[in-house]
């Protein structure tokens, strides 16, 4: 099973700010990696698709690199509405896993 | 509008059964895989099991295999997950999520195994 670490856990920042988060694979995933933003008490959204595709309807502040083993979720410019839990999943390999998340926090 | 909505959560004895329907609109349901996806409260996501558009490929996660049974109708537009001998630790919000991308996503349910 391929094991997807985040970091930060937690990230403090503030509106206008950039934040840049990271989610690391135990083996190659290839670009077989999507990112979700989930707020409370709804269901995950998908931001990005293989590694570096925004989803419909996904603001242009909203980025995705990498591949491989590295990827990398970069908001250029925090707005409200951004302030949640962020996951990465990989499809390379089943089971299909996700990471532990990353909470962006308002500082 | 794309839309998927969850039901049959509950609480539930351990060792009991469920089973959870997805029912879906909005969309040529019979042209996309869907998959089951757990979160467990105040936990991170655990996907759960993946069927294909014509139901020949399945896969399950380790934890469920040999317990749930997911399963499609593609006439009624629904997916269902028949979960027995559920434990404790099976407590969690259950989505249904939509093809490969896994987009949309349900509004979830909520199965609570406790005594």
């Known amino acids: 099973e391929i094991v997807l670490t985040q970091s930060p856990a937690t990230l403090s920042l503030s509106p206008g700010e950039r934040a840049t988060l990271s989610c690391r694979a135990s083996?190659?995933?290839?670009?077989?990696l999507a990112w979700y933003q989930q707020k409370p008490g709804q269901a995950p959204r998908l931001l990005i698709y293989?590694?570096?595709n925004r989803a419909t309807g996904i603001p242009a502040r909203f980025s995705g690199s990498g591949s491989g083993t590295d990827f990398t979720l970069t908001i250029s410019s925090l707005e409200p509405e951004d302030f949640a839990v962020y996951y990465c999943?990989?499809?390379?390999?089943?089971?299909?896993?996700f990471g532990q998340g990353t909470k962006l926090e308002i500082k | 509008e794309v839309q998927l909505v969850e039901s049959g959560g509950g609480l539930v004895q351990p060792g009991g059964s469920l089973r959870l329907s997805c029912a879906a609109s909005?969309?040529?349901?019979?042209?996309?895989?869907m998959n089951w996806v757990r979160q467990a409260p105040g936990k991170g996501l655990e996907w759960v099991s993946y069927?294909?558009?014509?139901?020949?490929?399945?896969y399950y996660a380790d934890s469920v295999k040999g317990r749930f049974t997911i399963s499609r109708d593609n006439a009624k537009n629904s997916l269902y997950l028949q979960m027995n001998s559920l434990r404790d630790e099976d407590t969690a919000v259950y989505y249904c999520?939509?093809?490969?991308?896994?987009?949309?996503w349900g509004q979830g349910t909520l199965v609570t195994v406790s005594s």
């Open positions: 999520a939509r093809g490969r991308d896994y987009a949309p």
């Open positions: 909005g969309f040529t349901f019979s042209s996309y895989s």
């Open positions: 069927i294909s558009s014509s139901s020949s490929t399945i």
């Open positions: 083996q190659s995933v290839s670009s077989y």
């Open positions: 293989d590694a570096s």
């Open positions: 999943q990989q499809r390379s390999n089943w089971p299909s896993t």
